[in-house]
């Protein structure tokens, strides 16, 4: 059964800087290079937004409200996905979940095959 575990979420003042990892694990083989990963966030009374993805071929999107603020990126040989994210902002509160999808380029949630259960992450102003 594949497994994701964020971490490295926190609180941090506005304009500060966190790393999030995603670590995959539970794979009969070395396909987790195969697949689209993603970002999303949730805060509280809001629906779950897409935050960033990554596709096989490492193709990144990011939405709008994060373009140029944060990164993601992904180490295949250690089944890994990160986000790195800059000049953070109380607006990027929210609990922070890291999705593999069933396929190397479409990365919706509709595309999601397993989730992880979320890093908090709270910026204060």
């Known amino acids: 059964q594949v497994q994701l575990v964020e971490s490295g979420g926190g609180s941090v003042q506005a304009g500060g800087s966190l790393r999030l990892s995603c670590a995959a694990s539970?794979?009969?083989?070395?396909?987790?290079?195969?697949?689209?990963m993603t970002w999303f966030r949730q805060a509280p009374g809001e629906e779950r937004e897409r935050v960033a993805t990554?596709?096989?071929?490492?193709?990144?999107r990011y939405a709008d409200s994060v373009q140029g603020r944060f990164t993601i990126s992904r180490d295949n040989a250690k089944n890994a996905l990160y986000l790195q994210m800059n000049s953070l902002k109380p607006e990027d509160t929210g609990m922070y979940f890291c999705?593999?999808?069933?396929?190397?380029?479409?990365?919706?949630?509709?595309?999601?095959?397993?989730w992880g259960q979320g890093t908090q992450v709270s910026v204060s102003s």
């Open positions: 990554i596709t096989s071929d490492g193709t990144t």
């Open positions: 999705a593999q999808g069933r396929h190397r380029t479409y990365c919706s949630a509709s595309w999601i095959a397993y």
């Open positions: 539970g794979y009969t083989s070395n396909i987790f290079s195969s697949y689209c």
